[in-house]
C-alpha cells in the first residue's frame, strides 16, 4: 500500500490519494430513528407508493439495485445474492408453494432482516415507512394476492418421544441428502444444489441457529410447510403429515438448542463517563461498564462466523476507549504464512455526512460521505511490536496473552519508519468501496492493544476525542455518533469483502 507522508489536505486531497484496496467493508445505513408503535396496515395510497420508491432507493438499492433487479453496486460482494424482486419470487412466506407472500411476510422480512445473508433489518425505520417499501416491492415484482394462507395452530410440546421420532423421519425423508447428518448443512448434495437464479444455494447451519425466516417453533414449520421458493428447499405440505412436521420442527430445534442468530438494525452503545480511563483490555475497570451486544452479519455465506460483537466504551472527557470483544474459534495470527489470513476488527465513523445528513449507504462511506476507519489486524501485532514474542496458535483452552502496546511500537527512528511497519491499528479514510487510505504516518493517533481471551479475541482502541487531523471524527461528551463495527476471522480465510459486518449504530456519549 501507497503511504503518503505529512499530507493534511483533507477530504479533495483523499480523492486524490484514493488507493484501490481490496478492504470492502459492507456497513448498512439509516440513522436511528424510533420504531412506531404497530398500527394497521395503511393504504397503498398514491403518495404513500412514492414514499416507498424513495426509500428503497435511500436504504435498499446498494444491494438490490435501483430497479429492483438484484443488481446493487455491493452485490458482487454477496452469497447469497441480493434478491432480484422483479420476478416475485420470496423464500419467506406463509402461502402454500408457489403463491405470493403476504404483504405481512414482506413486512416481517424488512423488520428482521434474514440472518445468514447479507440482508439486515430495518427496526429503525417506522411502521408506516416499512409498508411503504412493501407496497413499491409488491408493485415491482407485480406481486399479486395469495389465494390462501397457512395458518398455524398451537405448538405441541417438544417431548423426547417427539424429536426421536423427527430424528427418524430426517433419515427417512432424507433430509441429510441436503442438511447433513448434522444439520449443518454439508449433505452429499448441499454443493451441487442450485436456486432459481442460478446460484449455488448451500443449506445453513442448524446447530448455529441460523434460521432466516425466525427461530420459533412456528417459523420453522412454515418453511417447510410452504417451502422456500426460488431455493432448493422443497415443500412437504403434500407429502408430511402436520404432525409428522411437528416431529421435525422439534427435531431442528433440538439441534441449536438456544441458539438464534440475529441480524444488525439499530441500536445504542454507551461511551460512560469515568474518572480513569481501563489502559488496557484487561484493565479491571472495564468491569464497570456494560457492554453492548451488536449483532454482526456475514456477506458471503458460510458454515460459522462471529454472530456478534461485544462492544464497550468510556471516557474521560478527554480520551474515549472502547472494548471489543468476540469469539473466534479459529485464531487467524500467524503472519509467516502467506496462503492464511490475520483475524481484523475495525469501528467505522461518519466523518462528513452527505448533504441532507443521512450516513454513508455504501462500503466504506460512498462517493459524497467520507468515513474514518480503526483498523485492527491481529499480525501485525507482530510486526508492530518488533520482538520474537510469538502468539501461539490455536485457542487450545489456555488464556494466550499477547499486550501490545500500540503506539509504542517504534524502532527508535521515528514515525517514518513506524509506517513502514504497518502498527496493529490503523487510522484510514474511505470515500466508498475500494478508497481505503491509511492517514500518513505523522496522523496516526489510535493506539490499541489487544489480547487472546479463551476463544475470541478482546481489542482496546484509544484516541483522543477530538482527533488532531481534518481525517478524524470528532467525538465530544453529550453527542450521539453513528458508529460501525466489522470482524474479519482469518481462521476461515476471511478478507476483502469476506466478513462480518454491522449497520449504523449511535454511539452516546455521558456528558
Ligand atoms: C447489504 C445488502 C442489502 C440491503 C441493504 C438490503 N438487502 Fe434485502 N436482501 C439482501 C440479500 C443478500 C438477500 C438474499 C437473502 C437470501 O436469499 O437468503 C435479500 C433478500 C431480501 C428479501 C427477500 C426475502 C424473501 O422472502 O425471499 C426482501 C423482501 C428484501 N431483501 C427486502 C429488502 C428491503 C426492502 C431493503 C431496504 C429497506 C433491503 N432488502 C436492503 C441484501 C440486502
Ligand atoms: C434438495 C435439498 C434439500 C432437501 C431434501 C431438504 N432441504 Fe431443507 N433446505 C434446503 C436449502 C438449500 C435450504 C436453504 C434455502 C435458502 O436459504 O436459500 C433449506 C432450508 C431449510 C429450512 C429453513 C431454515 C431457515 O433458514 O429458516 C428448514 C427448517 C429445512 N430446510 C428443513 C428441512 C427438512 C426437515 C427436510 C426434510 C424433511 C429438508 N429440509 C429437506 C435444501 C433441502
Known amino acids: 500500500m501507497e503511504t503518503i507522508h505529512g499530507h493534511r489536505g483533507g477530504e479533495a486531497d483523499l480523492r486524490g490519494r484514493m488507493l484501490v484496496s481490496a478492504l470492502g467493508w459492507l456497513v448498512g445505513f439509516g440513522l436511528v430513528a424510533a420504531p412506531a408503535l404497530a398500527v394497521e396496515p395503511p393504504k397503498p395510497t398514491p403518495e404513500l407508493l412514492t414514499k416507498g420508491k424513495e426509500l428503497f432507493k435511500k436504504e435498499c438499492s446498494v444491494c438490490h439495485g435501483a430497479e429492483g433487479k438484484g443488481d ?89 418421544k417427539r424429536i426421536a421420532r423427527g430424528k427418524a423421519l430426517y433419515k ?85 438448542g438456544r441458539r438464534v442468530v440475529r441480524q444488525p438494525g439499530a441500536g445504542t452503545i454507551q461511551a460512560v463517563r469515568v474518572k480513569k480511563l481501563p489502559a488496557g483490555p484487561e484493565d479491571p475497570g472495564w468491569a464497570k461498564v456494560k457492554p453492548s451486544s451488536v449483532p454482526l452479519m456475514v456477506l458471503w455465506q458460510r458454515m460459522q462466523w462471529s454472530h456478534a460483537v461485544q462492544v464497550k466504551a468510556a471516557h474521560d472527557g478527554k480520551r474515549i476507549a472502547f472494548l471489543l470483544a468476540w469469539e473466534d474459534e479459529t485464531l487467524g495470527a500467524r503472519p509467516l504464512k502467506h496462503h492464511e489470513f490475520a483475524d481484523a476488527a475495525a469501528l467505522q465513523f461518519v466523518l462528513k455526512p452527505r448533504e441532507g445528513g443521512d450516513g454513508p449507504q455504501f462500503t466504506m462511506g460512498d462517493e459524497d460521505a467520507l468515513v474514518n476507519i480503526w483498523y485492527w489486524r491481529a499480525d501485525r501485532e507482530k510486526a508492530g511490536q ?58 496516526q493517533n489510535v493506539e490499541g492493544r489487544s489480547v487472546r481471551r479463551g476463544k475470541g479475541w478482546a481489542v482496546l482502541f484509544t484516541r483522543t476525542l477530538d482527533g488532531e487531523g481534518p481525517l478524524d471524527v470528532r467525538l465530544a461528551p453529550g453527542g450521539s455518533f453513528p458508529v460501525a463495527f466489522a470482524v474479519c476471522d482469518g481462521g476461515v480465510s476471511d478478507r476483502d469483502g469476506k466478513k462480518a459486518v454491522s449497520t449504523w449504530y449511535t454511539l452516546r456519549f455521558e456528558k
Open 72 to 160: 446493487g453496486p455491493a452485490a458482487y460482494l454477496l452469497f447469497p445474492a441480493p434478491r432480484d424482486f422483479t420476478r416475485g419470487v420470496f423464500k419467506l412466506r406463509s402461502t402454500p408453494s408457489g403463491e405470493p407472500p403476504l404483504a405481512s411476510d414482506i413486512l416481517r422480512t424488512i423488520t428482521e432482516g434474514v440472518p445468514g445473508s447479507a440482508m439486515p433489518g430495518f427496526p429503525q425505520l417506522s411502521e408506516q415507512d416499512r409498508w411503504a417499501i412493501v407496497y413499491h416491492l409488491k408493485k415491482v415484482g407485480n406481486v399479486g394476492e395469495p389465494e390462501k394462507a397457512v395458518t398455524v395452530k398451537g405448538v405441541p410440546p417438544a417431548t423426547p
Open 172 to 256: 427417512d425423508l432424507k433430509c441429510w441428502e441436503c442438511h447433513g447428518e448434522k444439520g449443518i448443512g454439508d449433505g452429499p448434495s448441499a454443493l451441487t444444489t442450485k436456486d432459481d437464479w442460478g446460484f449455488p444455494n448451500p443449506p445453513n447451519n442448524f446447530p448455529q441457529g441460523v434460521f432466516k425466516g425466525g427461530a420459533r417453533p412456528s417459523d420453522i414449520y412454515l418453511r417447510f410447510t410452504t417451502g422456500m421458493d426460488g431455493s432448493a428447499m422443497p415443500s412437504y405440505e403434500d407429502s408430511v403429515r402436520p404432525d409428522d412436521r411437528w416431529s421435525l420442527v422439534h427435531y431442528v430445534k433440538s439441534l441449536s
Open 386 to 443: 518488533g520482538s520474537g514474542r510469538n502468539v501461539r496458535e490455536g485457542g487450545g483452552g489456555a488464556r494466550h496473552s499477547l499486550v501490545v502496546p500500540v503506539a509504542a511500537a517504534t524502532d527508535g527512528r521515528g514515525p517514518v519508519a513506524r509506517i513502514k511497519r504497518t502498527p496493529p491499528v490503523e487510522d484510514l479514510n474511505a470515500l466508498g468501496f475500494g478508497t481505503v487510505t491509511p492517514q500518513s504516518a505523522a496522523e
